[in-house]
């Protein structure tokens, strides 16, 4: 099969989609690998890596996308849509809750669609794909909210961990999943002061067996979420419900009464965000200040790190493209796990949660 690689042109993304080891292992397996000249500069990997592994260098995006299967990291932008056609296979991050237009354009266009986020292994809520940028974002959220609350980044001037005589600042997590989980650790590292609030009994009693004492855990409802949101000096979105748009847990109201120059990151900002006052930016443009509060809301976290980000990245979807390459279409069939990762196919919108999110593209 011929797999193409563009270069990724979200705002600052260094990622890509195949390492120059992923190569050699589809080249081993047979498959003619096209990679977009300088795709894998950001992350560290130049032309002549691949071409050692094995790929072609192509001169441009769109012999690049002119391939069978388009492995990615993000999603397609509006200047990629001309490129998406009917019998090709997209293999990247898609977040379409948050995207009508290119949810519709995917319809129309013909492509098979499979999101890494909605790979999903049977038998258990596992998301294999999603899991390693989870775990780069929540430990970046704690690391990007130190650095926003620095006086010159226009936070109020507090260090997270304290020193002796001078109380640590408070992080407040909304989630307890990966993303969550991950941000405490770095937290609790630093010496903050945690909280992590979860509609889930079952994984509070879970991260207490990892963290004990040094977290406070608590039930998420509308009465906890506001006395918590109140006190916190960096307050972290880290909301999943698989499919979705991110519910709103944080109002502008309670915004406002959180205390001026506290940050705000909402890693959920790809699924439409958990607060309110929100808003995607980029790494070029991180933040905003709104209602005296810092806000970072950056959907491509993961890449400020794309060094590591990619190895990370391709040792789990590694194994699904290598099956998608050797079987086309009929993966899906064999794999249960990648089928459930489709979310538009033959110019339907077929992945039930995001079928709820549009009911009127369902057809």
């Not at 990629?80 to 997209?90: A, C, V």
């Not at 405490?184 to 509070?204: F, H, N, T």
Request: charged share 20%; proline share 5%.
């Amino acid at each position: 099969m011929e797999i193409g690689v563009p270069k990724e042109n979200k705002d600052q993304e260094f990622r890509v989609g195949l390492s120059p080891s992923s190569v050699r292992v589809l080249r081993e397996n047979g498959h003619s690998i096209f990679v977009e000249t300088q795709a894998g500069n950001g992350a560290g990997f130049s032309d002549d890596d691949y071409r050692s592994a094995g790929a072609e260098i192509v001169p441009t995006s769109e012999t690049a996308w002119n391939r069978e299967l388009v492995v990615k990291v993000k999603e397609p932008l509006t200047s990629e849509y001309k490129f998406l056609q009917k019998g090709q296979i997209l293999f990247t991050y898609l977040h379409l809750a948050a995207d009508r237009k290119l949810t519709e354009h995917l319809i129309d266009c013909g492509t098979t669609a499979i999101a890494y986020e909605t790979v999903e292994q049977p038998g258990a809520n596992k998301l294999p794909l999603l899991t390693p940028m989870s775990v780069i974002a929540g430990r970046l959220a704690v690391q990007f909210g130190a650095r926003f609350l620095e006086r010159q980044q226009g936070g109020r001037g507090l260090l997270l961990g304290g020193v002796p005589g001078v109380k640590p600042g408070n992080v407040v997590i909304l989630g307890g999943g990966v993303v969550g989980t991950e941000a405490a650790k770095i937290a609790v590292g630093m010496g903050a002061i945690v909280q992590i609030l979860d509609v889930s009994v079952e994984r509070l009693s879970y991260l207490e067996t990892l963290f004990g004492s040094r977290v406070e855990l608590l039930y998420s409802n509308s009465a906890h979420i506001e006395a918590a949101v109140k006190e916190a000096d960096l307050l972290i979105g880290a909301v999943l419900v698989l499919g979705r748009r991110a519910p709103t847990l944080v109002s502008r109201e309670l915004v406002k009464q959180m205390r001026p120059g506290s940050v705000i990151v909402d890693v959920a900002v790809d699924q439409g965000g958990c607060i309110e006052t929100l808003r995607a930016t980029s790494h070029t443009n991180p933040v905003y200040l709104e209602e005296g509060v810092v806000h970072y809301g950056v959907p491509n976290m993961p890449g400020a790190v794309p060094w590591t980000a990619t190895q990370a990245l391709n040792n789990s979807t590694l194994p699904y493209i290598v099956q998608l390459a050797n079987l086309g279409i009929m993966a899906l069939e064999v794999n249960p796990a990648l089928a459930k990762g489709v979310n538009v196919q033959n110019h339907r919108l077929v992945h039930p949660a995001v079928q709820e999110v549009f009911p009127d593209l369902v057809n």
